[in-house]
């Protein structure tokens, strides 16, 4: 019943993956605030690893997750008051994955539903993903003068961005592999 009400009731999964990235949002940035090494750009972030997930298997009800929950952050927390620079830095994370997958299933011939997904596409999707992702966040902040050398901010969130992207990926990995291991035949 809970499964199907998640399939097949877009403001409940809407909500559901809201509040599911929030609280991974919130806690990666509660446990690794000392990894904020510059606006907007952390060491290791592995909310990037579950935005990228979240519109790769949701399409745009994940993306309009991430929306939400970057804008929350953005002016809640980061850029308080600013509506505009909140705005579009919300923007930038949601359109950031959902231009990987578009591109790739124009480009690689990448199923909707995901079937013909293997690791080496996943991979390079993540890739460019991260490098479009860091990208388009630091030429917002960039462009509303929250920082003075971009070069810097995107080099650091690059490596945040794949490391975050790596880690989700190596974990789902390893738990798909320990249900495989461990699943009678």
Known sequence: MLRQLFWHNRAFTFLALSLSFGAVYALNNLLTAPLLLAPGAHLVHLPSGFKFLLVLVFGSIGALSVFTVSFCAAMGFYFSGNLALSFELAAVNAIGPLLTRKFFMEHWSLHGNLTNLNWKTLSAMGLMFSVLNSSMNQLVLYWNQVI???????????IGDITGVFLVLGFIRLVLLLIKKYTPH
Do not use: E, Y
């Not at 003075?148 to 690059?158: E, F, K, T, Y």
């Open 148 to 158: 003075s050398n971009m070069v810097d901010g995107l080099q650091i969130m690059l």
